[in-house]
């Protein structure tokens, strides 16, 4: 079974700082890639930035120079650094990764249960 836990969620004014973690835990043979989507009250779920397993990067343009993704691959591990934050950022943000488990021969999508940034103007 593998788990995607998030941490680091919170409140914070605007123009400060948040560090996400996303551990990925259980049978686990590869992680091709680690993301981070995040979706706001009455709003779909968005795309933040994506990290692959070789360190290519790709990031909304909103969040463009103000949020950073890195990944620590011997840890399954997967942080977005997020620098002068709006009130616009305030949503709930999902951690993903698409993985291939210790059972299988297939990649599949897996998703963490959430973590709460909000950030007061």
């Known amino acids: 079974q593998v788990q995607l836990v998030e941490s680091g969620g919170g409140l914070v004014q605007a123009g400060g700082s948040l560090r996400l973690s996303c551990a990925a835990s259980?049978?686990?043979?590869?992680?091709?890639?680690m993301g981070w989507y995040r979706q706001a009250p009455g709003k779909q779920r968005d795309l933040v930035a994506t990290?692959?397993?070789?360190?290519?990067?790709m990031y909304a343009d909103s969040v463009k120079g103000r949020f950073t993704i890195s990944r620590d691959n011997a840890q399954n591990t997967a942080y977005l650094q997020m620098n002068s934050l709006k009130p616009e950022d305030t949503a709930v943000y999902y951690c993903?990764?698409?993985?291939?488990?210790?059972?299988?021969?297939?990649?599949?999508?897996?998703w963490g249960q959430g973590t709460q940034v909000t950030v007061s103007s």
């Open positions: 993903n990764a698409i993985l291939r488990s210790g059972t299988s021969v297939y990649t599949y999508a897996y």
């Open positions: 259980g049978s686990i043979f590869s992680i091709n890639v």
């Open positions: 990290i692959t397993s070789g360190g290519t990067t």
